[in-house]
């Protein structure tokens, strides 16, 4: 066998758990010296920790994305506005699906048909 062997592929992010800043530590998946360290929760049902550079090796979930998206997309909004910000209704009910669906009680296609009503809603909202 030759010295360079093929690596396993690498589990799919299934949701973000959380981001904490923290300037100058290491990766926990590689060691590398970074800032903001991502927690996630792998398809095989582990929590793992990678810095920003080493989740893009990882597959995500696409209702991993979309969760991560709206829930950036509030963080800005708290920042901007206080804690009283709020998400407008199409995005909210795109959230509350999501967590549905990691409830157990929605499937990923009517959560992704519903995260992409949302997102056409805010294009047509946003382009008058």
Do not use: W
């Not at 904490?20 to 792998?42: E, K």
């Not at 963080?75 to 509350?96: F, H, I, M, P």
């Not at 990691?102 to 382009?127: C, F, P, T, W």
């Amino acid at each position: 066998m030759n010295a360079v062997t093929a690596r396993e592929p690498l589990p799919k992010i299934v949701r973000f758990l959380r981001t904490h800043d923290s300037p100058g530590s290491s990766c926990p998946h590689c060691g590398a010296t970074g800032r903001y360290i991502h927690t996630f929760l792998l398809e095989t049902g582990k929590t793992a920790a990678a810095m920003s550079g080493c989740v893009k090796l990882f597959p995500v979930s696409r209702v991993a994305i979309e969760e991560a998206r709206l829930k950036k997309k509030l963080e800005g909004y708290v920042k901007q506005y206080g804690a009283s910000a709020k998400l407008n209704r199409r995005d909210t009910e795109a959230l509350d699906a999501i967590e549905a669906f990691y409830d157990g009680v929605r499937d990923e296609r009517s959560v992704l048909a519903i995260v992409d009503g949302a997102k056409k809603a805010n294009a047509a909202r946003y382009r008058r």
